[in-house]
């Protein structure tokens, strides 16, 4: 796959196929230059976007990117200024919210606090007339899915805030919407239920064949949970892609520092090398000729003797688990980060040198503007 | 949206401007000259002057005599704390005409002070500044209190770890806090005080005449319209004016703070101060609310063997077509049907209003709600007959009227009352709702409703009895066959005879019974929210 | 939004609700086929009469008579005035010679000459060309007073307009507002009739001297201020005199329980000013002829009979009998002070002026 194909329709043509769509017949949801301001401000700005039956896209952006005002607009909570959206081929605009049949989980669950776990999970049914045996049925059913069998009872104020998150998962589940929105799922939970919690979603929405399109600012969430990433800056998408193809290839500056890449310099590529704040860099075959942007990923920043290389200061070390982030600081140049092994990690104060990996380094459209 | 202001304009907007148009306009011409000329007497600068100090000294009363009990029922916990809660909200939603007699009875010849120290106040300003404050004292405490239950005690202590007294904590951090319930408060009582009608009449005499009384005066008896219209634009004007100021410090309370739970704040009082305070804001409650409702009582029964009540059941007095008692049935059909259209107009109307994309133009609807608060009864029922005379709107002599004027009243306490419940239920409630399938119709229901049930109810309640006790419109609309209670005391208390004062006297006992129920029962059911009342 | 649009069509549909039930409530009122048959009579709160002569009269004339109390004296007739071009009745009764100019400057009633009008004293006829109102009836306004107060001081009861300027009844007095209230209104006309037109102002100057006092309306003066009365008993009134009716004393005994053998308040009878209440053909009546046919029941012997214990005032009729009540505990005023309405009508305004900052201020 090419640098170039990984781009979202933000950024560029985009009119060609979405990677992860290739393989699907028809996009079940679709946003055509959908358009949203709130006063001069555009929180949605021209957005194309497509999601296909069975696909999860998560939209990945900073706070105050737009990706709340996209599942808004899909779900018919906010208007559009300009643009359309469709479910199924069919144009949304006018039809209200409660007609769309799309579900959407809130931020915070928004759990009704005058009923309890049954009634929360039944409401959705209930809106759509069904009888009360089928009702508890599915509340049954459910109930056991998001794993609280037996809690139909329980006062929602009783619940703790994973608990809170699979009701109002089952919740939305519960009417069998064409299309399950989440907006900032797994927000509010401490780290480890999350990260248990993300590989369930992932399993339940595979095992249902549940279409979803997601929304968080946590990349790590985003790229466990999607078949697709969407990122998001000022209400445009900047790159759309597997998790794979985001996390290689960030398709600009912004991308890569949104992913937590600090390592990004203004270069000017001739050949396989780029000249850098840092000296010349390798970069990969086939890269952008010409002034652009270099990425090097930590795992790119090699350390060695003082005397080899470019010539650093160790300025931080930051245990990151599996590895140690080293903050380094070259003269008269941005610093660096460095991924070494625990047993590798210089200390504080001394020195290294500096060798580059080609293989970890990409060149980004665009000059660097962030 | 439309229906409150379809409703506000077609039984309020149009009759003022109706009876306006009479006195100000004539050969198709408006007058507006008129204001000048009337202005300039010297007799109508008195009532300008009167009227506004008197409300100064009113408000400055009230407060002073109120704040501490806001202070011992919002943060003292004793036993009975509810039912004072009531007790003192009672004179608030008592007919004038009932509260007149009553604290004559007081203050005035042969009252309690007359035959204790030989004091009387009757006829003296000081009845009426006394009476302003027993009419007041709830708003005080029941604004100012209910905000200061749910102020967190625990920004008080953090001052004081930092090293402030007990007086500069409270002076740095609690009382910013209250400055502006307390200034809406103020503000609220200048406007009674200064649209008062009722007290100053029976108390005041006929040296003392506010604008209101001075419009009544003009209207009803001298049938000087153009000098009533005079008066009552001014009054529109500087009531205007009060609601505006209010209407900004209100909105300034509903931003700046963060509450906590009433019930967690109250504790026992403990030290002989904080018991000498509450001996001394029981005492004055006491003495200023309770005394004078006690002596309406005694002089009700009065009698051997219930006489008056007994008397109330028949209908040979000849003041009415029907028993007395009969008006108690009146009343409470008409209170129930002003209600009903209180709670339809007034919570659409906050259910707009609590919108969060509500436009400038809706908040300004906000302050236009509480206006009927501030124009003379009479203007609206003289208005009422001349602008709703033709069909289909020829409602003079329908039973509707009553109501609707009632309601007029009561709106603007539904509203006070449902717009900070409104406004605090969360957006994304509703929008769960609607996603998951919810018609707005459903997700009201669904929502809204069973968050708001409590506060419906008690702006039912209270629009019930402030329409049980409205006095001043219905007197001049409700058929003298369907006498309303206070409009029965009015009538009993204008004939002459001991049988009559005696059935006065146990009617307005009964009125004031069934008003204590009512609002012992919405003591049941308090918000926990900071309603204004 | 779509959401607004529905939430407000739901709330208009309510109001339309609430505005139907109200027109559908209001037509029962108002059809064709009932209208000729009803006949509305509009006035004060004071107005009484006993059932049995409403449906006799009923039951002679064909018509339904519907009442419609509407205010006190003043008040129902600036409402009347307020609607005369889509009144609310057909007859009004109860303006009184105080405010009858004020009826016929607006133009409230047209022509009727009643049936049985020989009958009634020509002196009360004011209107004797047009014959726009027919006085149906007269009380005189006069000072009242407490017996026993006077009885244990040994104390002669003041008896004329001069007596109640003198020392010995000096804080004794009370009066109503003159701008307010009708009896306050009558007195000061009543004064203004026996010491003319620049006499009065002395005699209120002397009388406010000698410790007058004024209250807004009748209620408070007899209820609560009047040591005489059974309420201002109660009250602790402390004023043995007070400007109510000739009517009063008898009302105190039939009201009272139980009933005592004699009044306990007696009248001051040189201190009258007559009272004469009239009724008249409202200008835009729908059924004119109804009305006619009221007014002359109003004059009729019946219903001049049953007046006097229903509204405590004396029937215009001399041949109509005055209840036993009125003769045991009281009588009417033989030489009341009376003024003829256009001169009322012209100095009535001005004279509650200068009385008021006399007075008042």
New interface residues.
Partial sequence: MGPGEGQGPGSGSGDGPEAGAAAMPRPMLRLDGATVRFGARAALDDVRLEVAEHETVCVLGPSGSGKSTLLRAVAGLQPLDAGRVSLDGRDLGGVPAHRRGVGLMFQDHQLFPQRDVGGNVAFGLRMRGASKAEQSARVRELLELVGLPGAAERNVASLSGGEQQRVALARALAPRPRLLMLDEPLGQLDRSLRERLVVELRELFHTLGTTVLAVTHDQGEAFALADRVVVMRDGRIAQSGTPLQVWQRPADEFVARFLGFDNVVPATVSGEAADTPWGKVPVPEGSPQGPGTLLVRPAGVRLTDPAEGLRCTVTGRTFRGTHVAVQLQPEGAPRLEAACALRDAPEIGTEAGVLFDAAEISVLEGAEDA | MAVPVAFFGLFFAYPVAAILARGLRADGVWHFGRIADVVAQPDIRHVLWFTTWQALVSTALTLLIALPGAYVLARFDFPGKQVLRAVVTVPFVLPTVVVGTAFLALVGRGGLLDELWGVRLDTTVWAILLAHVFFNYAVVVRTVGGLWSQLDPRQEEAARMLGASRFAAWRTVTLPALAPAVAAAALMVFLFTFTSFGVVQILGGPTFSTLEVEIYRQTSEIFDLSTAAVLTIIQFLAVGAILGVHAWTVRRRETALRLVDASGTARRPCGAGQWGLLAGVLTTIAVLLVMPLAVLVQRSLDAPGFAYFKELTSDDSGVFLVAPVEAIGNSLQYALAATAIAVVIGGLAAAALARRDAGRLVRGFDALLMLPLGVSAVTVGFGFLIALDEPPLDLRSSWILVPLAQALVGVPFVVRTMLPVLRAVDTRLREAAAVLGASPWRVWREVDLPMVRRALLVAAGFAFAVSLGEFGATVFIARPDNPTLPVAVARLLGRPGDLNYGQAMALSTILMVVCAVALLLLERIRTDRAGEL | ???TK???A???G??LV??S???S??SD??DGAAESRTVTLVSH?S??ASKTVIDDFEKQSGYQVK???D??A??AL??A???KD?P?GDVFFGVDNTLLS?ALDNKLFQSYQAKESDLIPPEYLVDPLKHRVTPIDFGDICVNYDKAYFEERGLTPPESFDDLVKPEYKDLLVTE?A??SSPGLGFLLGTAAKYGDDGWQDYWTKLKANGVK???G???A????FSG???G??????RPLVV?YAS?PP??V????PKPKTAPTGVAYGTCFRQVEYAGLLTNAENAKGGKALIDFLISKKFQADLPL?MFVYPMREDAQVPEEFTKYGKAAEDSETMAPNKIAKNR?QW?KSW?SLV??
């Fill in positions: 939004m779509s959401t529905k939430f407000v739901v709330a208009v309510l109001g609430t505005l039930a109200c027109t409530s209001d009122s108002g709160d107005w009484a009442v419609l109390k205010g006190d003043g008040q600036n409402k005035i307020l609607t889509n609310q004020r507002n701008s307010t004024v209250v807004d009748w209620e408070q007899y209820n609560e201020e009365s059974a309420a008993k109660k009250a602790k009134g402390d109510s009063s009302a105190e039939v009201f009272a329980d229903n305004d509650v008021t008042l201020k």
